[in-house]
């Protein structure tokens, strides 16, 4: 994630990762489930008002 950020700063990125831990520090979230696009925002945005968010994230909390 260190070596991700060094080249990643000052361009755009776009990175598909079924971790979400990868992406917490990205500056935006495109959230899909099910092929259908649920949400755009950030980590906290998403923690807050995604529940299917939220469980995804507490199942690869709980198993880390």
């Given at each position: ?10 361009r755009t990125v776009i990175l598909i990762s079924h ?46």
């Open positions: 994630l260190r070596n991700l950020a060094r080249i990643a700063s000052g971790r979400l831990s990868t992406l917490t520090r990205s500056d935006r979230i495109a959230f899909l489930e099910n092929g259908k696009l649920l949400d755009i925002a950030t980590h906290p945005q998403l923690l807050e008002r995604s529940e299917s968010y939220r469980h995804l994230w507490r199942q690869q909390m709980e198993s880390a």
